[in-house]
Nanobody, 118 residues
Framework: QVQLVESGGGLVQSGGSLRLSCAAS????????MAWYRQAPGKQRDLVAI???????EYADSVKGRFTISRDNAKNTVDLQMNSLKPEDTAVYYC????????????WGQGTQVTVSS
């Protein structure tokens, strides 16, 4: 089992920046790619950014050029640097880790609230 603990959410004005962090513990050798998702009220949970163990990353079109995902395999952490934040970025952000031992049984953090005021 893997535990994911997020930190770094909060309230920021439009145009501001926040950095989210996620630390994994437990059976970390089972982790493949790591990602950040977000879910706004009344909407589905969507992928924001994903990074492979080797560092290849991909982003949702809505955040390209503003958000940067990074990971430290030695520390079992994944971060999301969010710049030029917009009110539409307001959501609960979830850390995700792909379970390579049992595909489909991914790990999730508890979520951290990001609120961007206009």
């Amino acid at each position: 089992q893997v535990q994911l603990v997020e930190s770094g959410g909060g309230l920021v004005q439009s145009g501001g920046s926040l950095r989210l962090s996620c630390a994994a513990s437990g059976s970390v050798s089972s982790i493949g790619a790591m990602a950040w998702y977000r879910q706004a009220p009344g909407k589905q949970r969507d992928l924001v950014a994903i990074i492979a163990r080797g560092g290849r990353d991909e982003y949702a079109d809505s955040v390209k050029g503003r958000f940067t995902i990074s990971r430290d395999n030695a520390k079992n952490t994944v971060d999301l640097q969010m710049n030029s934040l917009k009110p539409e970025d307001t959501a609960v952000y979830y850390c995700n880790a792909v379970n390579e031992w049992y595909p489909g049984r991914d790990y999730w953090g508890q979520g951290t609230q990001v609120t961007v005021s206009s």
